[in-house]
């Protein structure tokens, strides 16, 4: 597979669906109105998303016939919504698509909104990544081993080089962090993920008044509703870390190569507070256990390598913090994607 050609038709297919998305945000084209996915008013969809997957998915037919397309509105392109693996018997590349990440915002029109497409080979691996923001005409795209940009330009992460490696954070008070509440709002879930969001901006130690705390006291968090595009941010070296558990593969897919490619790393973001007995599985929190489809994602920026160290040194220092945060995280328990219907 060429991986250059595949992500500028991938591009391509970023700006066509992007322009519908911008018109109807701009009220000149299709409806921004939403409504609630199987009765659920926390996860909307609109016209202008179901418009732009068909759209994008017969230029992928058109030009890729034999290769499978998942979409977040449609599934799987031959109708296969269960029991799927991006690994296949086949034998060919997948496409995943999310028409509009963030279609909330896309609703309101708060200008955080974004088509995402990622390729997958034959054997599963993410291999091209595109997440394009035609509000902000801000556009990353990756190809493994071809670095991560942005509008095809600058280099992430931004600024690139020795000053990005300086900002590298060295501790969780020095982190930003994107933090999503996702789409259900059922109590027990809603508890938990106050309680992990009270948490991270808690103090570290000491008495905060109503009692002794033990907060990871990190340096802010941002919810912006959209994450694909919180993936870019980490990406771009703006936050140190984004987590969220409950989203799905087509928000990811096309963050984790362009995050990779700048030189961050994706984790299994299980939450592991009052875990003790994961607490200490280390091995847990590696790039080697981060599951695409698990629904459980901790995006880490990437660091520059400490000068008196082996090469790694900075991103190993970066999981280290990262598993720290997770320490101040609890765990939710969702179905894998593709074992269920999505
Ligand atoms: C949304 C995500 C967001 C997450 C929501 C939802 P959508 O995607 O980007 O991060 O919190 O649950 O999945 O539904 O707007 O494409």
């Not at 595949?6 to 700006?15: P, Q, T, W």
């Not at 992007?18 to 926390?42: C, E, H, T, W």
């Not at 034998?91 to 200008?111: C, L, M």
Request: aromatic fraction near 6%; charge should be negative.
């Amino acid at each position: 597979m060429d991986h250059q050609e595949i992500l500028d038709f991938a591009i391509h297919l970023a700006h066509r669906g992007g322009a519908i998305i911008r018109d109807a945000f701009n009220g000149q084209g299709l409806s921004v109105d939403a409504v609630a996915k199987q009765g659920n008013p926390s996860d909307l969809v609109t016209e202008v998303d179901q418009h732009v997957e068909r759209t994008v998915r017969a230029l992928i037919a058109e030009r890729y016939p034999a290769h499978r397309i998942l979409g977040e509105e449609d599934g799987m392109a031959d109708g296969q919504t269960t029991g799927w693996t991006l690994a296949n018997d086949r034998h060919v590349p997948t496409w995943i698509v999310d028409p509009i990440d963030g279609t909330t915002n896309f609703a309101q029109r708060f200008p955080f909104t974004a088509i995402s497409i990622a390729v997958s080979d034959a054997e599963g691996n993410l291999c091209v990544g595109v997440v394009y923001n035609p509000i902000l005409n801000e556009l990353y795209s990756a190809r493994v081993d071809g670095g991560a940009w942005l509008n095809q330009t600058t280099r992430l992460p931004f600024p690139h080089g020795p000053e990005a490696a300086a900002r590298a954070p060295r501790s969780l008070g020095e982190c930003l962090i994107g933090f999503e509440h996702g789409s259900d709002r059922s109590p027990a879930v809603l508890d938990s993920r106050l309680a992990s969001h009270r948490r991270l901006l808690a103090r570290s130690a000491g008495d905060n008044g109503e009692g002794q705390v033990h907060g990871a006291q990190v340096r802010g968090v941002r919810c912006i509703g959209a994450g694909s595009l919180d993936m870019c941010l980490v990406a771009r070296g703006a936050y140190d870390m984004y987590w969220e558990i409950g989203s799905h593969l087509w928000d990811i897919a096309a963050g984790t190569v362009i995050l990779r490619e700048a030189g961050g790393a994706m984790l299994s973001g299980c939450g592991l507070y009052g875990r003790p007995e994961i607490n200490t599985a280390k091995e847990l929190v590696t790039e080697a256990a981060f599951d695409p489809l698990g629904r459980k994602y901790l995006a880490v920026r990437g660091a520059a390598d400490h000068p008196a160290l082996d090469p790694g040194s900075g991103k190993a220092a970066m999981i280290s913090l990262a598993r720290e945060l997770l320490t101040h995280l609890e765990d939710i328990e969702v179905t894998q994607d593709g074992v269920s219907d999505a």
